[in-house]
């Protein structure tokens, strides 16, 4: 055993005395008081994860690569996902007693919390929702990370497979979709289109009905001028001759289909005579 040594930066040393923890060692040159005291060597299932040598431990930002794990969707749709975990020991005297085994139970705490949300999802709820998923695992894994003296920075799904009958179900329902929108964008053309002719014809017909009242107005105003001048010549005749003009031109409208035939009336020599006065 060291009596001397140096401890790295970001890394700690455990000392037990007679088998109990005695105190935590920080970066710089520190000791042990032989036969007294001893160095906490980690599980041997760390391997290289989060201490060097055996028994400096990391506390720097770790990533860790779970391995593939199959999960069951609420709507019961088979998925195979990993995730990966960037977290960092904040206390290292829980990350050794509290835990036997920190590398193990961190994988198994993140797929457990992976397999219960993906759990609580339906299958398309958990493929759309991505950032919910990562955040929703996190924030189960800050619990127990609190107890283990670890701090979870951020959990990222990555593999998200699924078999093969969920894929064709996946695709069918892709399809569906894609024909949906296209029907409706269809429907919503055709209906802004009927909209689009139907402003037009009635901005048509409100023009064309302007126009008419304007000619109206011009002929209105004509015939009135033109009674004026009538009345100013023949005085009160004008009334008369105005009359039979009307008269002598409503037969003439009613006689132009030569399949028709007109009856005139028995004064209409004395009313022909009116209008000729003009």
């Given at each position: ?31 042990a008081?032989?036969?007294?005291e ?6 041997a ?13 990391e ?27 960037s ?27 992976l ?6 999802l339906?299958?398309d ?11 929703q ?10 107890k ?19 894929l ?21 053309g ?47 005749k ?8 009307k ?9 132009k289909?030569?399949?028709e ?18």
């Open positions: 055993m060291k009596l001397i040594y140096t401890v790295p930066q970001n890394h700690t040393v455990i000392i037990e005395r007679f088998g109990k923890y005695s105190r935590t060692q920080r970066a710089g040159i520190n000791f008081i032989p036969f007294l001893t160095i906490k060597y980690v599980d299932s760390w391997g290289d994860k989060n201490n060097k040598l055996g028994y400096q431990i506390l720097s930002e770790q990533t860790y690569d779970t391995p593939s794990r199959q999960c069951l969707t609420k709507d019961n749709a088979s998925v195979t996902t990993n995730a990966v975990i977290y960092r020991v904040t206390d290292p005297v829980k990350a050794i007693y509290e835990v036997d085994q920190l590398p193990l139970a961190i994988e198994n705490a993140a797929l457990n919390a397999r219960a949300v993906i759990g609580n339906d299958l709820e958990a493929v759309a929702r991505r950032q919910e998923l990562n955040d695992i996190a924030s189960q894994l800050a619990e127990v990370g609190t283990w003296g670890v701090q979870f920075i951020r959990v990222e799904v990555q593999q998200f497979d699924a078999d093969e009958q969920t064709s179900v996946m695709r069918q329902q892709l399809d569906a979709e894609r024909r949906r929108r296209a029907a409706i964008a269809e429907a919503e055709k209906a802004k289109a009927a909209v689009t002719l139907a402003t037009a014809e009635a901005e048509a017909a409100q023009i064309a009905a302007r126009g008419q009242a304007e000619a109206i107005k011009i002929l209105a105003a004509a015939d009135a001028e033109y009674a004026n001048q009538l009345h100013n010549a023949l005085g009160e004008a009334g008369d001759i105005l009359v039979a003009q008269y002598i031109a409503g037969f003439e409208t009613i006689s289909n030569p399949a035939k007109v009856y005139l009336p028995s004064d209409f020599k004395g009313i022909l005579s009116l209008g000729s006065q003009s």
